[in-house]
């Protein structure tokens, strides 16, 4: 304790030397810390996606038609043949869609509590002020059937509820953030591309529910759904606009029996693709999605890791420097204390204490800082926000800390090291 003190008081006298130092060292871990994030992304990924659903990702297949626009309905009427022509070949064993939007929820029995709720929900988010709106996830049959979704309340979603006419009430699912706000058999409805659509509540869903986050799956795997509203994806919808029709090239599933198969798909693909007119169709894994995501980063990667150590190593001699106009400044205290028995461990460790308080408080700052940035950017995904800040990342900021600590100090002490402890006192230095 009487080390920290002394080594506190030192770092205050030398405040604006601190500072300008602690700066530089907040950006070098904000970058570095930012590299290792990047860096674990695609494997985050991978680990989640096969955590909380069932797709193989060496058997699960995406594929989209390059230049595919909602406005050309020549295009949309023949990827539409495509869809069909592929959900029908020999080597697909599963085939599916999901699909995520934001609306706004009518007659709703307790509208103001779900607002509030919404409001709190979305408070230091890019949906403050909105909080009409209501996060809802499409689920054709074949992709629930690959979801891990479960069940606190109620009954989960069955086979008949998938043909449910629109003209019907559709059952739903809701987040558990939304229990005591909407109970079993409550009702609300939604416009769908101006036509009205009822829907009952039958279920509430676990807090450990999660699926793939549509917009960026590659980079952020899985999203909550404790805010999220779950319902069939009916086929009138899934046909209902060439909007929704060409977004669903991102979040189009086909499985395959074997790995093997592969090959042979794409082929598939590829050829109905042609026939129909349609440019060559992007056909890859969710796997080789992520090793493609993982290579195009990567020099983006390397710069952010390149230029966080550059400015640690520059920060290094800034720290030597200060420490030893420090120690030259304290000769006379350093020497008084080896005059009355202390040892010159103890007073390399005031040193080393100091020098690591300023290094690990730097790299707080700088690692806070990165982690309101990303929770901020991505404010949906916050568990996956705080899963990829979690004890990895802080091992290797912890190492890093340690290892410049070392090189800081080493020089330093050894100056100190060699100075007796009369010349210490007189202020004489070797």
Known sequence: MRSIKIAWKSLWERKLATLFIMLQLVISFYLISNGFIQLSIPDYASETIKKYSNLDLEKTLTFSVPDLTSDNTWSIERYLKLRKEVSGMNEVSNYGSFSTAYFILSDLKNSDLYEEKNQALYKNSPLRGKEKLSYMVYFDESIFSSSKIKILKGRS????????????????????????????????????????????????????????????????????????????????????????????????????????????????????????????????????????????????????????????????????????????????????????????????????????LLILLSACFGVFWNYYHSATSIIANMSSVKDLFGIALFAKVIILVLLLTFLSVLYPIRVLYRESPYKLISGVEN
């Open 157 to 356: 979603l069955a086979k008949q509820d998938f043909a449910a006419e629109h003209h019907e009430q559709i059952p739903v699912l809701v987040g558990q953030d939304y229990e005591g706000i909407f109970d079993i058999g409550d009702t609300f409805s939604i416009y769908w591309f101006g036509e009205k659509l009822n829907y009952r509540v039958v279920g509430v869903m676990d807090r450990e529910s999660k699926w793939l986050d549509k917009n960026d799956y590659i980079s952020m795997g899985v999203r909550d759904l404790n805010a999220a509203i779950v319902t069939p994806f009916l086929d009138y919808q899934k046909n209902s606009s060439p909007f929704v029709i060409s977004s669903l090239q991102k979040s189009t599933f086909v499985s395959v029996q074997d790995t093997d198969d592969r090959k042979i798909l794409s082929e598939k693909i590829k050829q109905a693709a042609t026939q129909l007119g349609l440019p060559s169709p992007i056909v890859r894994s969710i796997k080789e999605e992520l090793d493609a995501y993982k290579k195009s980063k990567i020099e983006l990667v390397k710069l952010n890791l390149y230029a966080g150590v550059f400015f640690l190593l520059t920060t290094s001699i800034g720290i030597i420097t200060s420490t030893l106009s420090s120690i030259r400044i304290r000769f006379y205290e350093f020497g008084i204390r080896r005059v009355f028995g202390e040892s010159i461990i103890s007073v390399a460790r005031s040193i080393i204490i100091e020098v690591f």
